[in-house]
């Protein structure tokens, strides 16, 4: 094990809605980041957080926001959900010692 | 922002043979080159990585270039075996607490 847990694993979540994920990074790493990777694709950057700040965004709309917590876990929040949402996304836990450790993901299915 | 990019997007090889996937970036600033293999349905996974102070670096069958003049990096695979067929990433950072810009991804595919 890696040591960075994503839940849930899977999700199917109507147009409209709102959604939550979670991302517990892996001990001693303090920098939180999160990717959407759609089928076929490479993972595309949404934002980082570093010491419970927001360290960076990507080209992702304002409907995609986040927080990371005193114990460095974080949580993506996606509201008004469009079918083009649907994705695998990923959290990624890093330090200034080590490189990316990616978290098994959450398979996000918009209907 | 960084640009990655890398070809090609597939890839097939016989068994035993070399690979090699090649990546390009835009930001001069990047100094951080990591390499990830994402099996299908799995997580993406840190196999090798360089730095830009480094020109080469090597770990038993997989090694990675770097030129940072041509600003292009490469990931090599020899004597390559069925189980290396998966989804190939370079991705580029300014390292520390920057953010990862990653590639558009190889498909491998080693031939028995």
């Known amino acids: 094990e890696t040591g960075v847990t994503q839940s849930p694993t899977h999700l199917i979540k109507t147009r409209g809605q709102q959604v939550t994920l979670r991302c517990s990074s892996q001990?001693?790493?303090?920098?939180v980041s999160w990717y959407q990777q759609a089928l076929g694709q490479g993972p595309q950057f949404i934002f980082q957080?570093?010491?419970?700040?927001?360290?960076g965004r990507g080209n992702f709309p304002p409907r995609f926001s986040g927080l990371q917590f005193p114990n460095y876990s974080s949580e993506l929040n996606v509201n008004a959900l469009e079918l083009d949402d649907s994705a695998l996304y990923l959290c990624?836990?890093?330090?200034?010692?080590?490189?990316?450790?990616f978290g098994s993901g959450t398979r996000l299915t918009v209907v | 922002g960084e640009n990655v990019e890398q070809h090609p997007s597939t890839l097939s090889v016989q068994e035993g043979d070399s690979a090699v996937i090649k990546c390009t970036y835009s930001?001069?600033?990047?100094?951080?080159f990591p390499w990830y293999k994402q099996e299908l349905g799995k997580r993406p996974q840190l196999i090798i990585d360089?730095?830009?102070?480094?020109g080469e670096k090597k770990d038993q069958r997989i090694a990675v270039t770097l030129n940072k003049t041509a600003k292009h990096f490469s990931l090599h695979i020899t004597e390559t075996q069925p189980e290396d067929s998966a989804v190939y990433f370079c991705?580029?950072?300014?390292?520390?607490?920057?953010?990862?810009?990653f590639g558009t991804g190889t498909k491998l595919q080693v031939i028995p």
């Open positions: 990624a836990s890093s330090s200034d010692t080590y490189g990316y450790t």
């Open positions: 001990s001693g790493h303090n920098t």
């Open positions: 957080y570093y010491r419970e700040e927001e360290n």
């Open positions: 930001d001069s600033a990047s100094n951080y």
């Open positions: 360089i730095r830009s102070n480094v």
């Open positions: 991705a580029a950072s300014r390292g520390g607490y920057q953010k990862v810009t």
